[in-house]
């Protein structure tokens, strides 16, 4: 039996046709954590879907009843980049409630999965890259409205920039300072960081992303790392622990949201980093070890994961649950 709990539904396939985006991987991923062992029956909780007041904690009303109503205009179904239908949103909401209930279960048991989520890409206003709603925000959101936090911490590894997340959690005036560890990164084709000089008071955005990737426009999270192509595992989790230091020592999160994409994986088609697939396990690993030492409360979201041979990305998603089973087993 699992130290945490594993938020999962079958009805968080979503209902794409033939897609790049594997829709299957969510049931994939579960069944294969059973099959091998990794985790039991038991381990796995069911989500109810998210209530719309909950989604309207970080959505706006005309965006909600849009996708209530199916009235999206073509542009913004375009943009979406996934077919919409009833079905889809449905799908959406209950990813948006499984996040809400790992966070619930996180600040319980100190880390909680949801084998879904990590849609960094929706905006209050419209969705973006195969993201409608934002069901990290939407969790934050929440247990802050229940006065259960008042503040968090996303740390995104997703290979492309958590844009949706940034604007959402912006506050304050958008004036980038230079990254303060950036002096040794200045060579081409270095890794460059930017913080921003003020960032929201409630929850300090980090992302970790392939720079000449989409999205085209990086709207400034709180601290971005914007990493050349190609990288590989070791400078990877170089700049992974210095983002991480240099975030806890600005900001003292109550929550950390985690989002683990598996596509800066080197065979992932819409990637261009180089992470190995035990590289990326030891991603997981260093995050966890961190928060562990930190005492910071973890709930952690599947995202992206777009590897040419799906067995990949099902075996990345579920080395994340893997590297959490072998940190928090005392
Ligand atoms: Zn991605």
Redesign the pocket.
Known sequence: MLPFKLVYSDDYYLPIGAHVFPAEKYRRIHDRLLETGVAETSDFVTPQPASDQDVLLVHTPAYVHKLKTGTLSAREELELEVPYSPELVEAFWMAAGGSILAADYALQNRIAFNIGGGFHHAFPDHGEGFCMIHDVAVAIRRIQHEGRIVRAMTVDC???QGNGTAVIFAGGPIARGPFPAAGHWMQSSSPTGQMRSSHAEDVFTISLHQLNNYPVFKPPSSLDLNLPDGMGDGEYLACLGNALSLGLSKFDPELICYIA?A?PYREDQ?GGLSLTIEGLKKRDALVFQIVKAERIPVMVTL??GYAQNLEDTVTIHCNTVIAAKEIFTV
């Open positions: 997703d290979v492309h994409g596509d819409l995202a992206g």
